[in-house]
């Protein structure tokens, strides 16, 4: 199994990004697809979960955030609007080991992705 996080770039405030997660080895519209975010000096933390049947569960960010499957492609996006610099992170997609959203617990998560780089100006 292989995730490709990407997207990632810098970006003033106020503005958007869509990273993207693909896969290979694995059907994403099996399991649930996380997005999770490690700020410099923080600790990873759960921005976002996507479950098979499209519902979302928000931990960090809600309302400037939402995740998009296209199951045609095996991918899943993350669309971040009116971002502020505090955002800025590492983001990582997260492959869940099943088909409803979890609390935000790293163990839950069978397969990551390398991760994107998103940096936002103020």
């Known amino acids: 199994v292989q995730l490709q996080a990407s997207g990632g770039g810098l970006v003033q405030a106020g503005g958007s990004l869509r990273l993207s997660c693909t896969a290979s080895?694995?059907?994403?519209?099996?399991?649930?697809v996380a997005w999770f975010r490690r700020a410099p000096g923080k600790e990873r933390e759960g921005v976002s979960c996507?479950?098979?049947?499209?519902?979302h569960t928000y931990y960090a960010v809600k309302g400037r955030f939402h995740q998009i499957r296209d199951n045609s492609k095996n991918a899943v996006y993350i669309q971040m609007n009116n971002l502020r610099p505090e955002d800025t992170a590492t983001y990582y997609c997260?492959?869940?080991?099943?088909?409803?959203?979890?609390?935000?617990?790293?163990?839950?998560?069978?397969?990551w992705g390398q991760g994107t780089q998103v940096t936002v100006s103020s």
């Open positions: 996507i479950s098979t049947s499209g519902g």
């Open positions: 997260a492959v869940s080991e099943y088909s409803d959203c979890t609390p935000a617990t790293e163990s839950f998560y069978a397969h």
């Open positions: 080895g694995i059907r994403l519209d099996h399991y649930a």
